[in-house]
Every structure is written in structure tokens, then in C-alpha cells.
């Protein structure tokens, strides 16, 4: 099982099909998800790029007229020449990410449907968003990361990724959890205390 659906995994399957996929890798939760790191259901796909390699406007005409002859719906919700964010309509909707990211600092992998970066980096990239971000998903997926990768070693490839990553600035962010009801946090409401709980004693470490 991917744990992606089937609509995502012929979506995903079709974009790495394209000639102008070369240079792309498959990455956030979608990412996480067929390589067996987390169990969150996603409702995107993350296509990053390498600069100087990877052509988002191609990539994203070719996927356009691909998606469009097998009867899906492709409308752009954002357009530019290093991110376009689609929204796919098939048998499901799907929104999908093409852009111009950090390029992988680790070999490739292939997964079951195209190359992703390998499961350290993932993990690294997800820490990375939190910090950046802090949604409930990347609280929710730093958590059960966690349970598998070393947190020194998570930050050391997270800076990897962004360098200067600041400790007291994601300990700050990791305090932001605060914003959200247990409701809104997406996992198993009987561990939303102990992923809590997690996050408090992190972000003093990190002080």
C-alpha cells in the first residue's frame, strides 16, 4: 500500500512520465507518505525542481496537456516562473505544486512513483517547515518523525537544507502550537497529549 489514493498515485505517475519531469522529485507529505515515513492523508502533490535544471513553466505545459487528454479538468491557481500551483479535477481534486526548490543535498531514491528524496532528507525538509511555517500537519508530522530519526541528526540536515537555521527562532515557532485546538492537530486523539507534551520539552531543549 502507498497511502496515496489511486487518483494521486496516476497523477503523480503521469507527471513523472513527461520529459520535462527531469530534474523534479516528489516531496512533502504526498512524499512522506509512499516512503513510508507518516500515515497523514495528503490532498497535494509537491513537485520541487532543481535550479538550472528543472523548468517549472515546461513541466507544467506538459503536465497540463497530458492531465487534459485523459478528460481531467486543470485550472492555475497561481502562475510564475519558478512555482504554479494547479488544481487538478478527476476522479478526485487534487491540487498539485511545481516549483523551483533547494536542490536534493543527498542521492535521489526512487519510489513506487518517481524520485523523492531520501528519507533523512525528508525528514530534514519537514523540520525545515515547521520552522518556516508551523502548520498543525508539520506538528503533527515532526511527531511521528521523530519516533524514527534523531532530533541532532534531523537538524543537522535541516540546516543542510536552510542554512542558519536558528534554535531559538524553532523553538519560538514549535511554542506556536498553542494556536491550534487538539481538534485541529491531525492525529490520533489519543496522542495529541503526549505530542504536546513532545513539543514543550523540544522547544526548552533547543532555548
Sequence with gaps: MS?????QLEVARLF??????????????AALVVSGL????????DLFGERGR???????????????ERGW??????????FVRLHVQGEEELRVDIAID????????VSIVGPTFDPEEL???????LFDRAEARDFADVFVLARRFDLDLMLARANEVE???????????????????DDELPIDPGEVSALRAFFARWADELD
Design 3 to 7: 497511502g496515496l489514493t489511486d487518483f
Design 16 to 29: 513523472f512520465g513527461l520529459a520535462a519531469s527531469d530534474g523534479f522529485v516528489l516531496a512533502g507529505g
Design 102 to 109: 533547494v536542490a536534493p543535498n543527498h542521492p535521489v531514491v
Design 73 to 82: 479538468v486543470v485550472s492555475p491557481l497561481q502562475v510564475s516562473d519558478s
Design 54 to 68: 528543472a523548468q517549472v513553466t515546461e513541466a507544467s505545459e506538459q503536465f497540463t496537456a497530458a492531465a487534459t
Design 163 to 181: 542554512q542558519g537555521l536558528d534554535r531559538s527562532v524553532l523553538a519560538s515557532m514549535i511554542r506556536s502550537i498553542s494556536r491550534f485546538s
Design 123 to 129: 525528514a530534514s525538509r519537514k523540520l525545515v517547515a
Design 38 to 45: 507518516t500515515t497523514r492523508p495528503t490532498e497535494d502533490l
